[in-house]
Nanobody
Framework: QVQLVESGGGKVHTGCSLRLSCATSGRTFSRYAMGWFRQAPGKEREFVAAISWSGSHTDYAESVKGRFTISSDNVKNTVYLQLNSLKPEDTAVYYC???????????????????WGQGTQVSVSS
């Protein structure tokens, strides 16, 4: 059973930065596309960023392009999400997810993701 544990969330002011981490364990398959999603109170869970299993391909939601960066360390089995220039509308619980795939592609929809973390809260105040 794959386990994902997010960390790095917190309370910051507008314009500040955070770095989220997602540590994976129990992996029996070597190729996982990874993604970050977020859910704000009263809203649907939405896609934020994704990275292919090799790290060669990335994708971002329009709302975070140029501000957030996804990266992976396949030796440490950890995925990161660097959040810069944070805005109050970025306030949400951020979830890490893993999708076992043979193809080296990014996945921006939640359906293919089989494993999810418990989430980490990011709160941005103006």
């Amino acid at each position: 059973q794959v386990q994902l544990v997010e960390s790095g969330g917190g309370k910051v002011h507008t314009g500040c930065s955070l770095r989220l981490s997602c540590a994976t364990s129990g992996r029996t398959f070597s190729r996982y596309a990874m993604g970050w999603f977020r859910q704000a109170p009263g809203k649907e869970r939405e896609f934020v960023a994704a990275i292919s299993w090799s790290g060669s391909h990335t994708d971002y939601a329009e709302s975070v392009k140029g501000r957030f960066t996804i990266s992976s360390d396949n030796v440490k089995n950890t995925v990161y999400l660097q959040l810069n220039s944070l805005k109050p509308e970025d306030t949400a619980v951020y979830y890490c997810a893993a999708a076992p795939l043979w193809s080296d592609v990014v996945v921006s929809s939640p359906a293919p993701y089989e494993y999810w973390g418990q989430g980490t809260q990011v709160s941005v105040s103006s």
